[in-house]
């Protein structure tokens, strides 16, 4: 594999707008999202952005941004504009979409997200982790996934995500968490595709790859990553990096 690792990353956040730029310990949230990146050591590092202010702060961070189309629909679609600005050649065959909002990441993260896609049979890697709580069980924020891991078994194909509890009856949940590796023939016709039934059912995107028939295996890791969505959860990362800073 040769992976690179893109950050899809806009402005317009409808509960905490600006939210890439949002200052933590002295820099952009981007800046640290970026930092994590970095650490991971698994390839070249960029920022496909939609606005220019958001290049700017990259670039003053040492990393490469790549300008999207503003009106691009998703993620997955700004980290496919941005591979074909950066990589027309096609030398990466993994794209790993990190998300924007996670300052805080474990680096190990990116790197487990790689494990599945070992399989050739796989075409989109992701992460998930137990469910302990029982109202994180419950609560449609929290995506599960269906997924069933054999005794020792590091990576496991799923069946499907919803925001209920699934599946029903005794034995673990797993909460998904949104960052993916996929392999570059895979996210070329993903983004292709138009929104499907259970994807618009259920608001989340990567069903309708399922739908279209393309392979979905989640690796296993210890907890998930805290992300920034509201006012509240900048406020508490800035205590996490700033305190760490201290």
């Known amino acids: 594999m040769n992976p690179i690792v893109l950050i899809p990353a806009r402005m317009a956040s409808s509960r905490l707008p600006g939210k890439p730029l949002a200052t933590i310990a002295g820099r952009p949230m981007i800046a640290h999202v970026l930092d994590r990146a970095r650490e991971a050591g698994v390839g070249p590092v960029a920022v496909a952005c939609a606005e220019e202010e958001i290049a700017e702060a990259v670039r003053a961070a040492g990393g490469v941004a790549v300008i999207t189309d503003a009106a691009l629909p998703s ?6 504009a941005a591979l074909a600005a950066l990589d027309p050649e096609g030398r990466h065959d993994v794209v790993v979409n ?3 909002d996670l300052p805080t990441l474990d ?31 419950m609560a449609p924020n929290f995506v599960k996934a269906a997924v069933v891991f054999g005794e020792g ?27 993916y590796a996929w392999r570059r023939s895979a996210l070329a016709r993903f983004v292709t595709l138009p929104p499907s039934g259970l994807e618009q059912r259920e608001k989340l995107e990567q069903l309708r790859a399922m739908e279209a028939g393309m392979t979905i295996a989640c690796a296993q890791i210890d ?6 969505d509201t006012p509240e959860d900048l406020a508490r990362a800035r205590q996490l990096i700033e305190g760490t800073a201290r």
Do not use: K, M, N
């Open 107 to 137: 680096p190990s993260a990116i790197r487990a997200v790689l494990g599945p896609l070992e399989d050739p049979q796989v075409d989109i890697a992701t992460l998930v982790t137990a469910i302990h709580d029982a109202s994180e069980a």
């Open 153 to 179: 078994q590091a990576a496991a194909r799923a069946l499907y995500f919803s925001r209920l509890p699934v599946p029903y009856g005794p034995g673990p949940l797993w909460h998904h968490i949104g960052i």
């Open 98 to 100: 990190l998300q924007g």
């Open 75 to 80: 993620g997955s679609d700004r980290c496919f």
């Open 223 to 228: 907890s998930a990553p805290f992300g920034v």
